[in-house]
Nanobody
Framework: VQLQASGGGLVQAGGYLRLSCVAS????????MGWFRQAPGKEREFVAA????????RYADSVKGRFTISRDDAQNTVVLQMNSLKPEDTAVYYC??????????????WGQGTQVTVSS
């Protein structure tokens, strides 16, 4: 599977951005798609995940209530809607795929990152 992320940019605090990740190549209905982020000098961290069907989601505590992950089956796309952005959301955002079961997700396929910068 190949993953292509897009939608990053520069936004003021309180604003919003919408990230998209298009999956191409071989995909499976058991795939889990996730978003991660890495800020300068920090380790990569989990942001959100959704199963292929779209009926299971999980969020990092830091983004709950502000970010929403969703799927567009027709276009093999996962969307991360980010609202009420904060400067601490600034990072490179990556999409990834896990082919492990939900409870033991292990992300082995990664797309290139897209930069999100939130100014104060």
């Amino acid at each position: 599977v190949q993953l292509q992320a897009s939608g990053g940019g520069l936004v003021q605090a309180g604003g919003y951005l919408r990230l998209s990740c298009v999956a191409s190549g071989r995909t499976y209905t058991t795939d889990i798609m996730g978003w991660f982020r890495q800020a300068p000098g920090k380790e990569r961290e989990f942001v959100a995940a959704i199963n292929w069907v779209g009926d299971r989601t999980r969020y990092a505590d830091s983004v709950k209530g502000r970010f929403t992950i969703s799927r567009d089956d027709a276009q093999n796309t996962v969307v991360l809607q980010m609202n009420s952005l904060k400067p601490e959301d600034t990072a490179v955002y990556y999409c990834a795929v896990s082919r492990n079961p939900w409870a033991r997700a292990k992300y082995e396929y990664w797309g290139q990152g897209t930069q999100v910068t939130v100014s104060s």
